[in-house]
């Protein structure tokens, strides 16, 4: 089954940046959307945003304008642009990958964001 690594969490404060890598272990077929969510303490896992096979793109409301998704197709990787970062955005983040025959998710990497 494809493994997927994230990476890029970590501290920051309010207003700052971090950019979250998702790394698939081989090439996707039959992708249908890659995609992130996050799940806060004591909070069920919410979307944060995801990036179809075709370059569609959807986005939780309360990161529009603050994140950006993309997939890099021939790296089998794809990365969440965080900006202008805000405390409630604390959570670890998932990496998913959905095809036309599975789900996968990734381990989880830590955002904290201090205020």
């Known amino acids: 089954q494809v493994q997927l690594v994230e990476s890029g969490g970590g501290l920051v404060q309010a207003g700052g940046s971090l950019r979250l890598s998702c790394a698939a272990s081989?090439?996707?077929?039959?992708?249908?959307?890659m995609g992130w969510y996050r799940q806060a303490p004591g909070k069920q896992r919410d979307l944060v945003a995801t990036?179809?096979?075709?370059?569609?793109?959807n986005y939780a409301d309360s990161v529009k304008g603050r994140f950006t998704i993309s997939r890099d197709n021939a790296k089998n990787t794809m990365s969440l642009q965080m900006n202008s970062l805000k405390p409630e955005d604390t959570a670890v983040y998932y990496c998913v990958l959905r095809t036309t025959g599975w789900t996968n998710w990734g381990q989880g990497t830590q955002v904290t964001v201090s205020s």
């Open positions: 990036i179809t096979s075709g370059g569609g793109t």
């Open positions: 081989e090439r996707i077929f039959n992708l249908v959307f």
